[in-house]
């Protein structure tokens, strides 16, 4: 091979990685939730440093024409480290996608093989006087392993002995168990996708399944040639004998491949997207329904009934006991109003505007103070210039909304305070008063309060969250709900 076309091999190699991981990482951004997008977070990681490692061999072919890497020692470790944690990546997205409840261990192998290499490292360290003498009686240059395929597997060995070792060591215990484990993973996936009725994400979920294989067996296999089997026969220099040409050549093709499948299956994150926003408007529509029945409908009977109570008094000219069933309608109609008024007011705040989550939260906490005469108490930490998720914006107000109203209906609180804190890509929302407080057993043979307490935990869960509900009766109540990335990528 020229020595053009070496560099344009791993030029191509880089590119093809490179680019599945950037295209990956922002498909991310605003994608809600879920054990398929964290997975994927690993998958990019992957892309983005096993393309910078080609990247780094590729600078230094081009600085020495093609022909060696010498005094390059340094760029050569970079080269190792940046491959080795991509390859823990990949081993973590494939432990991620085919880990299951049965599985649970598979979710350690990533860092049992990665303690495995780090000996794997540092044990021939002990051994080096002992190979000294022999690296020394060898001519002073270095040999490109990536693209002299055809060198001295002995004097290739010899003379790069420990940074071969490593090479070899990490190609057997990290990037072929983790393109197996990938390949596992995304066939697991591409069953829930058939599952779901998605026959096409099925296919593409396949097509990567078989890229992974390809890779583990022309990267994870074939590897630099070494004095010990399998390397001593499965090596660079005797496979471009069998094939013709240099195995480089299907990483290329195998990267490519990968990053086509890879990049038609981000379809699923504006699919989860959509659904999950189906979800919240569902939601909105069933709490909208228990509002108007556990408070405007039984007040407009309990005004109907004492209505006709106040009839059949007047009629007996029982004008003390009319006046009462009066005044008590004339109180229902008071408490529906504010009822009507504390729902006009959550639906008014349901779009979070361009102002962000920070003002909404900050408009709707005056607003109801105003309405309620509840003094409530906001402090925001950290989140003023992050990028919030689409998605978790409509849930957290939602949240803030629904406790603010258990407060006002229940609690009989004079001070509620509202705590929004980012915490890394994390959030933690937290609503806490000063009111009765309640048991849990009691409370929760409330339709109302019953109902409020589960759509608040079906929110933050549905965003990948908890929520942790903390009361004692005659001393308040904290909600506490926490949600895993939050924000978007940049």
Same mark, same amino acid.
């Given at each position: 091979?020229?020595?053009?076309?070496?560099v344009?091999?791993?030029?191509?190699y880089?590119? %093809?990685?490179?680019?599945?991981?950037?295209?990956?990482?922002?498909?991310?951004r605003?994608?809600?939730g879920s054990?398929?997008?964290?997975? =994927?977070?690993?998958?990019? %990681?992957?892309?983005?440093?096993?393309?910078?490692?080609?990247?780094?061999?590729?600078?230094?072919?081009?600085?020495t024409?093609?022909?060696?890497?010498?005094?390059?020692?340094?760029?050569?470790?970079?080269?190792?480290?940046?491959? %080795?944690?991509?390859?823990?990546?990949?081993?973590?997205?494939?432990?991620?996608?085919?880990?299951?409840?049965?599985?649970?261990w598979?979710r350690?192998?990533?860092?049992g093989?990665?303690?495995?290499?780090?000996?794997?490292?540092?044990l021939?360290?002990?051994?080096?006087?002992?190979?000294?003498a022999?690296?020394?009686?060898?001519?002073?240059?270095?040999?490109?392993?990536?693209?002299?395929?055809?060198?001295s597997a002995?004097?290739?060995?010899?003379?790069?002995?420990w940074?071969?070792?490593?090479?070899?060591?990490?190609?057997?215990?990290?990037?072929l168990?983790?393109?197996?484990? $990938?390949?596992?993973?995304?066939?697991?996936?591409?069953?829930?996708?058939?599952?779901l009725?998605l026959?096409?994400l099925a296919r593409?979920?396949?097509?990567?399944?078989a890229?992974?294989?390809?890779?583990?067996?022309?990267?994870?296999?074939?590897?630099?040639?070494?004095?010990?089997?399998?390397a001593?026969?499965?090596?660079?220099?005797?496979? @471009?004998?069998?094939?013709?040409?240099?195995?480089?050549?299907?990483?290329v093709?195998?990267?490519? $491949?990968l990053a086509?499948?890879?990049v038609?299956?981000l379809g699923?994150?504006?699919?989860e997207?959509?659904?999950?926003?189906?979800a919240?408007?569902?939601?909105? *529509?069933?709490r909208?329904g228990?509002e108007?029945?556990d408070?405007? &409908?039984q007040?407009?009977?309990?005004?109907?009934?004492?209505?006709? =109570? $106040?009839?059949?008094?007047?009629?007996?000219?029982?004008?003390h006991?009319?006046?009462?069933?009066?005044?008590?309608?004339?109180?229902?109609v008071?408490d &529906?109003?504010?009822?009507?008024r504390a729902?006009?007011?959550?639906?008014?705040s349901?779009?979070?505007?361009p102002?962000?989550?920070?003002?909404c939260?900050?408009?709707y906490?005056?607003?109801?103070?105003?309405?309620?005469?509840?003094?409530?108490?906001?402090?925001?930490?950290?989140?003023?210039?992050?990028h919030?998720s689409?998605?978790?914006?409509l849930q957290?107000i939602?949240?803030?909304?629904?406790?603010?109203?258990?407060?006002?209906?229940?609690?009989?609180?004079?001070?509620?305070?509202? *705590?929004l804190?980012?915490?890394?890509?994390?959030?933690?929302?937290?609503?806490?008063?000063?009111?009765?407080g309640f048991?849990f057993?009691?409370?929760?043979r409330?339709?109302?309060?019953?109902?409020?307490?589960?759509?608040?935990r079906?929110?933050?869960?549905?965003l990948?969250?908890?929520?942790?509900?903390?009361?004692?009766?005659?001393?308040? @109540?904290?909600v506490?709900? @926490?949600?895993?990335?939050?924000?978007e990528?940049?």
């Open positions: 091979m020229e020595h053009a076309d070496t344009l091999v791993f030029f191509m880089g590119l %093809a990685s490179f680019a599945m991981g950037l295209v990956v990482l922002v498909a991310l605003g994608a809600p054990p398929l997008a964290d997975s =994927l977070r690993s998958l990019a %990681a992957f892309g983005l440093l096993h393309g910078a490692a080609q990247w780094i061999l590729m600078s230094q072919l081009i600085k024409g093609g022909v060696s890497v010498e005094g390059s020692v340094a760029m050569r470790g970079l080269y190792l480290l940046l491959s %080795a944690l991509s390859a823990l990546a990949l081993l973590r997205f494939g432990a991620q996608l085919a880990g299951s409840a049965r599985l649970r598979i350690w192998a990533p860092w093989l990665a303690a495995a290499w780090v000996l794997s490292v540092v021939p360290q002990l051994v080096a006087p002992a190979v000294a022999e690296v020394r009686s060898l001519p002073q240059r270095e040999t490109c392993l990536e693209c002299h395929w055809d060198a002995a004097y290739v060995t010899a003379s790069r002995g940074l071969n070792g490593v090479d070899i060591t990490s190609r057997y215990l990290l990037v168990p983790g393109s197996l484990l $990938a390949a596992i993973g995304m066939v697991r996936q591409g069953r829930k996708f058939a599952a009725g026959p096409g593409e979920t396949g097509g990567a399944a890229a992974f294989v390809v890779s583990a067996l022309v990267a994870g296999l074939v590897v630099p040639p070494g004095p010990y089997p399998p001593s026969v499965l090596n660079y220099a005797t496979v @471009t004998d069998r094939i013709g040409f240099a195995p480089q050549i299907l990483w093709v195998g990267a490519a $491949a086509v499948f890879v038609r299956m699923i994150l504006t699919i997207r959509d659904r999950q926003l189906q919240a408007v569902t939601t909105e *529509r069933e909208i228990r108007m029945h408070g405007l &409908a007040a407009l009977a309990y005004v109907g009934l004492r209505s006709s =109570l $106040a009839h059949e008094l007047l009629e007996r000219r029982d004008l006991g009319a006046e009462d069933a009066i005044g008590s309608i004339g109180s229902a008071q &529906a109003y504010r009822d009507v729902s006009i007011l959550e639906l008014r349901a779009d979070v505007g102002g962000g989550l920070w003002q939260v900050t408009e906490c005056e607003k109801f103070s105003l309405e309620t005469g509840i003094d409530v108490r906001l402090e925001l930490q950290g989140g003023e210039h992050g919030w689409p998605l978790v914006e957290l939602r949240i803030v909304q629904e406790a603010l109203a258990n407060v006002r209906r229940h609690s009989g609180a004079r001070h509620a305070r509202v *705590r804190e980012r915490r890394g890509d994390a959030c933690v929302l937290s609503i806490s008063d000063d009111g009765r048991s057993d009691g409370q929760t409330r339709p109302g309060a019953r109902f409020g307490l589960q759509t608040m079906e929110r933050a869960e549905g990948g969250g908890e929520l942790r509900i903390e009361s004692t009766p005659g001393r308040g @109540t904290v506490t709900a @926490t949600v895993p990335h939050a924000f990528a940049g």
